[in-house]
T-cell receptor, first 113, second 114 residues
Framework: QQQVKQSPQSLIVQKGGISIINCAYENTAFDYFPWYQQFPGKGPALLIAIRPDVSEKKEGRFTISFNKSAKQFSLHIMDSQPGDSATYFCAAGSNNAGNMLTFGGGTRLMVKP | DAGVIQSPRHEVTEMGQEVTLRCKPI?????LFWYRQTMMRGLELLIYFNNNVPIDDSGMPEDRFSAKMPNASFSTLKIQPSEPRDSAVYFC????????????FGPGTRLTVL
């Protein structure tokens, strides 16, 4: 599998702060970049996704920034809340690979009240 | 509409026993994925099917693992014989075939092999 490298592995943010998680990929054929959110005891669930025809996508407090030339993308959580505490996974997929996704290693986010 | 259904939710077994995990994908989805999640290795893709046909099983750790999809609404992941290092949470996910798109995950099966 092509690698997707995610950092940091863990992150602690104060309530109201900005959480930033970064991912980097190598396969230039990737053309779909979703972020998944996983709460303890649950399966990952799609949070937000972007395709490379745009450099940014925002949904509420969650924003994906995409840098095609650098082969990097990141998740920004504005006004972080304790309820955002979860594990976040970035992923990448390619139409050429059917609908298989390659996942990053995950980031455990804790938002302190 | 019901999401991906997995059973059992928890399984505790002894080393050497056969374990069968079950998955019902979302109706109309024709791609199905089996993942394993551990603290050490994160989320690993074991195998995926398109239209009930296994496409990539390169993530299956060894011959003790096997997966089947006899029809569009059912898949199994079998471990025989099970070993303590197989202890993990196993997820099933489904999606539409044909393009990189959202995968919908089930709640997972937490497997403990003693």
């Amino acid at each position: 599998q092509q690698q997707v490298k995610q950092s940091p592995q863990s992150l602690i943010v104060q309530k109201g702060g900005i959480s930033i998680i970064n991912c980097a990929y190598e396969n230039t054929a990737f053309d779909y970049f979703p972020w998944y959110q996983q709460f303890p005891g649950k399966g990952p669930a799609l949070l937000i996704a972007i395709r490379p025809d745009v450099s940014e996508k925002k949904e509420g407090r969650f924003t994906i920034s995409f840098n095609k030339s650098a082969k990097q993308f990141s998740l920004h959580i504005m006004d972080s809340q304790p309820g955002d505490s979860a594990t976040y996974f970035c992923a990448a997929g390619s139409n050429n690979a059917g609908n298989m996704l390659t996942f990053g290693g995950g980031t455990r986010l804790m938002v302190k009240p | 509409d019901a999401g991906v259904i997995q059973s059992p939710r928890h399984e505790v077994t002894e080393m050497g026993q056969e374990v069968t995990l079950r998955c019902k994908p979302i109706s109309g989805h024709n791609s199905l994925f089996w993942y394993r999640q551990t603290m050490m290795r994160g989320l690993e893709l074991l195998i995926y099917f398109n239209n009930n046909v296994p496409i990539d099983d390169s993530g299956m750790p060894e011959d003790r693992f096997s997966a089947k999809m006899p029809n569009a609404s059912f898949s199994t992941l079998k471990i025989q014989p099970s070993e303590p290092r197989d202890s993990a949470v196993y997820f099933c996910a489904s999606s539409w075939q044909g393009a990189a798109d959202t995968q919908y995950f089930g709640p997972g099966t937490r497997l403990t092999v003693l």
